[in-house]
């Protein structure tokens, strides 16, 4: 049985409240870091955990922290990311509704180590119900001493705010994040100067994913030392999943990193396999701005190495054969699913979230649209194929914030590996209509 952190009490009735929470060990590591330790020595205890950024990015948290800038006399800011709007990850939301006190935790250790004497929680807007669950379990932590004036006599002082979102995939960039928490258009700024420098109001500021942050909890209770044990290489510790699509048993899943994706998918410990009898025929694994893989790339790399839910494995091969870990949105396709039509939900879903500051992104988005529209709906033409690329490469890193790259990836890995599928399409389009393409099998596509 794999090792939980932070789902280890999901099963126990009311962990939600503070006093179920607290009754399983709850805000001990408050008490631990507040009592005992210096906000350097938090710092360096999630340097030595090896915790990378769980939101998407993967860059290691306890880094993050070491730039922050510490100008005498200028408040600096913790801001958790909540707003968790990439299509096909649902984590989050999952830990706010049930486990709020987990995350209640990790902000004031993660507050105490950075210097922050306040602090916020962006939530999308849309999660109304998970904003009032935070907003009582903040409740419940001043209530019980854990928040506000002289925390448990130590002299520290922090207040939690939660300021719900306007339901902007933008705002999942910190920048446009702290615009938006300002008050202002969820603008992407350009970087630097970066948040660690001038965040916040101009000030020194940290913003953290929320599963980061309540990963904080188990790091200072058993030491960065114990946490990087788990895991391999330099993905450790543990990774919540959501796990959606052609799956058996869909869901929040909580892994060890190093969990071979074919265990994932087919394992009755998790996934439990694709249902109806059906076959797989591709996966995307972080997320929908991630390259999708189609199984046989799924579970090998190139080399045929079996495939690891690992930062490293997963981007085995770069983009030509990779992906990457993103936010863990696991997206299960079976054989029945047609990638053509998933491409271009994917490209309407970017084309309306684009903010419009970025050139390449504001038009290419909307071009990679009506192009895969066309070819979607029977009036494509073979030429279309090059079109979708040659546009997908002059978005890629060509914008201010990773929107356009985010829109761009999907379109050139379907293309990459499922380039005869949309042919099928151009070439078929009544058929096309009601059928799909079929399965694909070590790159050769099959119309069983």
């Not at 070819?375 to 356009?404: A, N, R, V």
Request: net charge negative.
């Amino acid at each position: 049985m794999a090792r939980k952190l932070l789902l280890a009490h999901i099963d126990v009735p009311g962990i939600h409240t503070f006093d179920v929470y607290r009754q399983n060990g709850g805000y001990r590591a408050v008490e631990k870091a507040l009592r005992t330790m210096s906000p350097d020595e938090v710092v360096e205890e999630v340097k030595k955990s090896g915790l990378r950024g769980r939101g998407g990015a993967g860059f290691p948290t306890g880094m993050k922290w070491g730039f922050l800038a510490k100008p005498e006399g200028v408040p600096r800011y913790l801001v958790c990311n909540g707003d968790e709007s990439e299509p096909g990850t649902f984590k989050d939301r999952f830990l706010m509704t049930h486990i709020p006190h987990a995350l209640i935790e990790g902000m004031i250790v993660s507050s105490y180590a950075l210097g922050a004497n306040t602090s916020y929680i962006y939530i999308r807007g849309e999660m109304m119900p998970q904003i009032r669950i935070v907003e009582k379990a903040i409740a419940e932590a001043k209530a019980a001493g854990f928040l506000g004036k002289n925390i448990l006599g130590t002299g520290y002082d922090l207040e939690i705010h939660v300021q719900p979102g306007g339901g902007a995939y933008i705002c999942g960039e910190e920048t446009a994040l702290l615009e938006s928490l300002e008050g202002e258009r969820g603008n992407p700024r350009i970087k630097p100067p970066f948040p660690a420098v001038a965040g916040l109001y101009g000030c020194p500021t940290v913003v953290n994913n929320v599963e980061s942050i309540a990963a904080t909890v188990p790091i200072v209770n058993d030491g960065g030392e114990e946490y990087a044990k788990i895991g391999i290489e330099r993905s450790t510790g543990t990774k919540l999943i959501s796990a959606s699509g052609n799956l058996v048993r869909p869901g929040v899943y909580e892994i060890e990193m190093g969990l071979p994706m074919e265990e994932f998918i087919y394992s009755d410990e998790y996934c439990g396999g694709i249902p109806n009898g059906k076959r797989l025929k591709a996966v995307v694994a972080g997320g929908s701005s991630v390259p999708i893989l189609p199984t046989h790339l799924a579970l090998k790399t190139a080399n045929g190495e079996p495939r690891l839910m690992t930062y490293e494995s997963l981007a085995d091969g770069g983009f030509v054969t990779g992906t990457a870990m993103g936010s863990g949105g696991f997206i299960a396709f079976d054989e029945d699913q047609c990638i053509v039509r998933n491409t271009l939900n994917f490209t309407r879903f970017y084309h309306h979230e684009s903010c419009g500051q970025c050139s390449p992104c504001r038009e290419g988005t909307g071009w990679m649209e009506k192009v895969l529209h066309k070819i979607e709906y029977g009036y494509g033409d073979i030429s279309d194929i090059d079109l979708l690329w040659d546009i997908q490469q002059k978005i890629d890193g060509h914008t201010i914030c990773p929107l356009g790259d985010a829109s761009a990836w999907p379109v050139a890995s379907a293309i990459r590996h499922f380039r005869d599928e949309f042919e099928w399409h151009i070439l078929h389009p009544e058929e096309a209509q009601t059928r799909n393409y079929g399965l694909v099998t070590e790159g050769v596509m099959s119309s069983e």
